[in-house]
């Protein structure tokens, strides 16, 4: 069974950037499905990005696109979420997936596993 860690989270301003790391070790990431999401207080996870083993395709959720982007290293057995013109509205505890699966473009977490959370706080 891998292990996954997150780091790169932080305070930040609004419309400024940060890039969020997820790296794992015990399993290669280069066949697995990856997905971001994320929870603020008082909220449920929500999706926030994915993208398939080959990192040839991404998804994102539409209140993030053209803002994030989510690539893959597998040389380096790491996923990347790139975010740019942060908004305080996306403060919360960003979680990093590996495993999941694609069923018409929803990225499906019921299996594989998670990373521990890194915080996001971007204040205006």
């Known amino acids: 069974q891998g292990h996954l860690v997150e780091s790169g989270g932080g305070l930040v301003q609004a419309g400024t ?42 998804y994102y959720a539409d209140s993030v696109r053209g803002r994030f982007t989510m690539f893959k290293e597998n040389i380096e057995n790491t996923a990347y979420l790139q975010m740019n013109s942060l908004k305080p509205e996306d403060t919360a505890v960003y979680y990093c997936h590996a495993g999941g699966a694609f069923d018409s473009g929803t ?18």
Request: hydrophobic share 35%; proline share 2%; aromatic share 12%.
């Open 17 to 58: 950037s940060l890039r969020l790391s997820c790296t794992a070790s015990g399993r290669s990431l280069m066949w697995l499905h990856m997905g971001w999401f994320r929870q603020a207080p008082g909220k449920e996870r929500e999706f926030v990005a994915a993208i398939t083993s080959s990192g040839g395709t991404t």
């Open 107 to 124: 990225y499906i977490a019921s299996a594989g596993y998670w990373g521990q959370g890194t915080q996001v706080t971007v204040s205006s």
